[in-house]
């Protein structure tokens, strides 16, 4: 059965500090894996990433894919309150998104 | 430019009711998605339209919830009657058919059945 597992399900640093969260997948039929930001609304997205060893990056987020492994991470250098958000990834086969459960990160001032 | 629409916002009814969420795709958008989001299963694909046909409808719960889209602007998910366990956040997302794979969020209903 296709899955997502991210990690760590929840991580709280101090303002300035940078972060990694990780995405692992085990999937039939890859096509690309998504990040996507959840504050308390909907989710808005940041990436997508289709390359392995191919980094995108906007800001202080940025992120990869390993296809061969079979992960991919996201960094956020010098965290900020804003960036306070729970972090989904999903990759996608054929037409749907499988979700991870998501990355609950907490920025204390 | 709008983005995805959907009404209501927040949604407050008591068991056995029937209830209606509708959703407004971004115009041009040819794939529609609608998401049920808990704490405890958290984002969960209910069933997925493209040209406005319902192409895999294997995650909606049981007979009580069914969703139409009678044309490209516009789709309805109705769960009757209603349940507690319903209560949930539900989000239509809608994306194009070109390269990216990026779906587009609206701001979701937070339904709570009492």
């Known amino acids: 059965e296709d899955k997502v597992v991210q990690s760590p399900l929840s991580l709280v640093v101090h303002e300035g500090d940078t972060v990694t969260l990780n995405c692992s997948y085990e999937?039939?039929?890859?096509?690309?894996l998504l990040w996507y930001k959840q504050e308390k609304k909907a989710p808005t997205f940041l990436f997508m990433l289709?390359?392995s060893g191919i980094e995108k990056k906007s800001g202080r987020l940025s992120s990869i894919l390993d296809k061969k492994e079979l992960f991919s991470i996201l960094n956020i250098t010098a965290t900020q309150t804003g960036d306070s958000a729970v972090y989904l990834c999903a990759y996608n086969s054929n037409y749907q998104l499988i979700w991870g459960a998501g990355t609950k990160l907490i920025i204390k001032p | 430019d709008a983005g995805v629409i959907q009404s209501p916002r927040h949604e407050v009814t008591e068991m056995g009711q029937e209830v209606t969420l509708r959703c407004k795709p971004i115009s041009g958008h040819n794939s529609l998605f609608w998401y049920r989001q808990t704490m405890m299963r958290g984002l969960e694909l209910l069933i997925y339209f493209n040209n406005n046909v319902p192409i895999d409808d294997s995650g909606m719960p049981e007979d009580r919830f069914s969703a139409k889209m009678p044309n490209a602007s516009f789709s309805t998910l109705k769960i009757q009657p209603s349940e507690p366990r319903d209560s949930a956040v539900y989000f239509c997302a809608s994306k194009t058919s070109g390269n990216s794979d990026e779906q587009f969020f609206g701001p979701g209903t937070r339904l709570t059945v009492l």
């Open positions: 999937v039939t039929n890859f096509r690309s």
């Open positions: 289709t390359s």
